[in-house]
């Protein structure tokens, strides 16, 4: 059973950063599009970062220029740095996996196989 657990969330102060972790377990990981969405209270969710087995990453909205993603194959985990974190980033940060190669049309979540439960990221200023 493939299960996705998010932590790393918490408290920090604007222009402060985070590193969110995803844990996969129960996935081989060999095909894969690994992706961190974020819910903003009363918002429908919104793609953030997107990683895939061929290596290559995607970035949407805020995200760009401010957040990485990598993965750590051998540790099955997922991480977003998040540098620069203004108020509006506050959130719960999921992360998901689809069990494909590549990366496309990711940012709406509609093909996710399998979802963390989330960790909320707040920022103050």
């Known amino acids: ?3 996705l657990a998010e932590s790393g969330g918490g408290s920090v102060q604007a222009g402060g950063s985070l590193r969110l972790a995803c844990k996969i377990s129960g996935h081989a990981m060999s095909s ?4 961190w969405f974020r819910r903003l209270p009363g918002q ?4 953030v970062a997107a990683i895939g087995s061929d ?3 995607a970035y949407d909205g805020p995200a760009k220029g401010r957040f990485t993603v990598s993965v750590d194959k051998a540790k099955s985990t997922m991480y977003l740095e998040m ?3 203004q108020p509006s980033d506050g959130a719960v940060y999921l992360c998901a996996l689809e069990e494909t190669t590549y990366c496309l049309a990711w940012q709406r979540g509609t093909y996710m196989d ?3 439960a989330g960790t909320l990221v707040t920022v103050y200023s």
């Open 32 to 35: 894969y599009c690994l992706t």
């Open 44 to 47: 429908d969710r919104e793609g």
């Open 55 to 57: 290596g290559k990453s």
């Open 114 to 116: 399998y979802w963390g």
């Open 1 to 3: 059973q493939v299960q």
């Open 83 to 85: 540098n620069n974190l």
